[in-house]
């Protein structure tokens, strides 16, 4: 299996530019070692899937200033370099606990993903960390991104290649930005959408009824199955806060819908509190 990874990455170093187009330096106030994994579960409604998922997000270990704050400061190519260090630590994180029968989902920058030279780093990366398990992977394309044509075919054979490794994608905060009924229908081989979470908080807020929010999620699912090119797409709904808004959404949905997301079903923890949990292959 390493071989074909050695293959590939030689495959990839002869297509794409003989240039790394990642900057060496970061924003002043924050280096790498400041960075913290954490993860909360995706719910599965199917009983019969026994490997868990969770979604991975980054924390800072100082108060001073929120990751999102942080993010936006960053230039493109430093935000690009932020996605592989992320992505480095979750590849490392899995290498060193094969034991884990678990799948993590990954939030990558639309820039991230629409640079030529991605999948040469996917790779170099994965070699250094001796990571071959790609099928534990999920990407997330965040939303906030328009794509070029150029920038579209990129994306479509980097997401090409990244299905040929077993690595599945999934869209974030549908149907907000660009992240909405066109990347839909233009990006080929999308496995999952997120449904993002303003529906429900009006809800809870008591500004549309129960009646609203199953229309309006009616209204959601029907557009996804229309737009995608992915027939077999699956559907994840996230901020489910509590028993009621679980027990609505999956009587009207559970046929459709098969994860759940949020603090009813667990608040964001370490990554390494999987290791405390049954998580371990099965044989």
């Not at 330096?25 to 719910?43: D, N």
């Not at 809870?204 to 929010?213: G, K, P």
Request: proline residues 3%; charged residues 20%; contains cysteine.
């Amino acid at each position: 299996m390493f071989f074909k990874i050695l293959n590939v990455n030689t495959w990839l170093t002869r297509q794409l530019p003989q240039y790394d187009c990642f900057e060496q330096t970061t924003t002043a106030w924050v280096v790498p070692q400041q960075i913290c994994l954490y993860t909360q579960k995706i719910h599965n409604l199917l009983s019969d899937d026994v490997r868990r998922k969770y979604e991975v997000l980054s924390r800072l270990k100082s108060n001073d200033l929120r990751i999102d704050q942080y993010l936006n400061t960053l230039s493109p190519q430093n935000l690009i370099q932020y996605d592989l260090f992320v992505l480095r630590k979750v590849f490392l994180f899995l290498r060193e606990n094969p034991q884990l029968d678990i799948e993590l989902h990954i939030n990558i920058s639309p820039e991230t993903l629409s640079s030529h030279s991605f999948m040469l780093h996917f790779m170099r990366i994965a070699q250094e960390v001796w990571f071959i398990d790609f099928y534990k992977i999920r990407i997330e394309i965040l939303e906030n991104g328009s794509f070029s044509d150029r920038q579209l075919y990129i994306v479509n054979s980097n997401i090409m290649i990244l299905h040929s490794m077993r690595v599945k994608i999934w869209v974030d905060d549908y149907p907000n930005a660009n992240n909405n009924n066109e990347l839909l229908w233009l990006i080929q081989w999308i496995d999952f959408v997120k449904i993002d979470k303003w529906p429900i908080i009006k809800y809870l807020d008591h500004n549309i009824t129960s009646e609203e929010l199953i229309n309006r999620m009616c209204f959601l699912l029907k557009e996804i199955d229309q737009y995608s090119q992915n027939q077999w797409i699956d559907v994840i709904i996230e901020w489910v806060e509590n028993q009621q808004v679980a027990l609505l959404l999956r009587e009207n949905f559970g046929k459709r819908v098969h994860f759940f997301q949020w603090y009813y079903f667990e608040r964001p923890q370490s990554i390494f509190n999987l290791l405390t949990e049954n998580h371990l292959c099965q044989d």
